[in-house]
């Protein structure tokens, strides 16, 4: 990690770099203000022997524990090798805690399943070279996925289903 004024940034390799589970623990750092994956080339690939890779992002503490106004930035392309589930719980001022702005990779075989309380935000800016993007489904149990730029997102995406505890927005809107 290398800290600076508001928060640390991990720079990333140029290299892909697999994991089987993330989790980004920001409940007792009162001075980060954000957590940055910043992209250098390489994927963030989630793959796990069992088949469901995890993304954990844990609830900010209280305004004498951590900082209410989080809101970390992924910024690297992310490859899910089979089931990536990512649970995003709360943060006390924001819909959104975990903010990608980079593409989701991924063969009809992917899945994402959204699970925790809070919302993540999907802004990916440009469509993705041929043969690149999601072609799995998603699967909103819980909280909220919003996506800013839809149609760049959602232009290879397989399938979303959206359970009662789950929103798909669009910016402010809900669909």
């Known amino acids: 990690w290398n800290s600076l004024a508001g928060g640390y940034t991990l720079d990333m390799p140029a290299a892909d770099v697999t994991v089987g589970e993330l989790k980004?623990?920001?409940?007792?750092?009162?001075?980060?203000?954000?957590?940055?994956?910043?992209?250098?080339?390489?994927?963030?690939?989630?793959?796990?022997?069992?088949?469901?890779?995890?993304?954990?992002?844990?609830?900010?503490?209280?305004t004498t524990d951590a900082p209410a106004s989080v809101q970390n930035s992924i910024q690297m392309p992310i490859l899910v090798k089979n089931t990536l589930e990512i649970t995003q719980n709360n943060y006390p001022n924001l819909n959104t805690g975990t903010i990608f702005t980079n593409r989701f990779d991924g063969d009809i075989n992917s899945k994402i399943v959204k699970k925790g309380l809070g919302g993540i935000q999907f802004n990916l800016n440009s469509a993705?070279?041929?043969?690149?993007?999601?072609?799995?489904?998603?699967?909103?149990?819980?909280?909220?996925?919003?996506?800013?730029?839809?149609?760049?997102?959602?232009?290879?995406?397989?399938?979303?289903?959206?359970?009662?505890?789950?929103?798909?927005?669009?910016?402010?809107?809900?669909?």
Do not use: C
């Open 128 to 175: 993705p070279a041929a043969g690149l993007g999601f072609f799995g489904t998603i699967e909103i149990q819980e909280g909220a996925i919003r996506t800013i730029n839809k149609t760049f997102f959602l232009s290879t995406v397989g399938g979303i289903t959206v359970s009662a505890g789950g929103q798909l927005e669009h910016g402010q809107e809900f669909w």
């Open 24 to 62: 980004i623990e920001n409940a007792n750092d009162y001075y980060a203000h954000k957590i940055t994956m910043a992209n250098h080339g390489g994927r963030l690939v989630f793959e796990d022997p069992s088949g469901i890779a995890k993304w954990i992002e844990t609830t900010n503490g209280t």
